[in-house]
């Protein structure tokens, strides 16, 4: 019998181990954004008024007939004299922020980047600019560009 014992624990500790490795939490995330098309046009104007707001000032961006985003601003900061980011948070889209900067280029035009985003879903958008100069917001899988702390 004391030839089974080291069999039976190398055995207990498999079970344990298969057992723990099985939990590890990866449960999918829901889609938030299911419902909308894979990419919406933006008006620079749009994006404009963005900037135009205050920090703690209710917005609501329409960016399509079938797309608005409607939130607080939180933050609208001048970084840099080229550089200013603003980030609204929406409870319409069960607190999701839109982060995004205007930049003024060296040759003075401007440029936008951007991210709607909710660590908890799945799925967001990233504001783009398309070969014929438009901005677009296009639709993308958040766990592919954020990285969860949890898995370090």
Do not use: W
């Amino acid at each position: 019998m004391k030839h089974f014992a080291p069999y039976a624990l190398l055995l207990l500790f498999t079970a344990i181990s298969l057992t723990g490795f099985s939990q590890n939490g990866n449960t999918a995330k829901p889609k938030q954004f299911n419902n909308f098309p894979d990419i919406i046009n933006c008006s620079e104007t749009t994006l404009n008024n963005i900037f135009n707001s205050a920090a703690g000032q209710q917005i609501d961006l329409s960016f399509s007939d079938n797309f608005s985003f409607s939130g607080n601003v939180t933050s609208n900061v001048v970084k840099y004299s080229n550089l200013q980011t603003a980030v609204v948070r929406s409870p319409y889209f069960n607190n999701s922020i839109f982060s995004v900067s205007k930049i003024i280029n060296a040759d003075r035009t401007v440029s936008y980047l951007g991210r709607i985003i909710n660590k908890n879903y799945f799925d967001g958008y990233e504001l783009k600019k398309n070969t014929d100069g438009n901005y677009q917001l296009i639709k993308m899988e958040t766990d592919r560009v954020i990285q969860d702390c949890n898995q370090l």
